[in-house]
């Protein structure tokens, strides 16, 4: 059995570097956001296949044109998705985090949006 204090560690992303010329808000997407993303990332596949289930969309059985185009028009247009989606990451941040986010919140919340979005596309359409 896993212990739930594993389950809860943030990856280390090699990739996403932090550096002294670096904007707030990148420190803040590569220390926080991206980890976080990351940790959660089956989470959020499951979220939105459940979503689109709920929807009756049968995605397996789309093109990769149309499943891009779904994914797409689903970030666009459903604000409760995005902001359920929202809440999936925010409710990991630490209250340091958060303090942090409060101050660069609407371009947080579109950086979070990309990034899964991103995820999603390129682990569910190929």
């Known amino acids: 059995m896993t ?6 560690r943030r990856p280390i992303i090699e990739k996403a570097i932090v550096s002294e010329n670096m904007s707030e808000i990148e420190k803040f997407q590569n220390k926080t956001l991206r980890p976080i993303i990351k940790m959660k990332h089956e989470l959020l596949i499951a979220y939105f296949e459940n979503y689109l289930a709920n929807k009756k969309i049968d995605f397996k059985n789309l093109s990769v044109i149309k499943k891009a185009e779904v994914t797409n028009l689903t970030f ?20 340091e985090e958060f303090i942090l986010y409060k101050n660069f919140s609407k371009e947080s919340n579109k950086r979070i949006i990309n990034m899964v ?3 999603l596309l390129s682990t569910l359409i190929s």
């Open 3 to 8: 212990n739930s204090k594993d389950m809860n």
């Open 76 to 95: 666009l247009k459903d604000n409760q998705f995005r902001n359920e989606l929202k809440g999936i990451i925010i409710g990991h941040f630490t209250l």
């Open 117 to 119: 979005k991103e995820r």
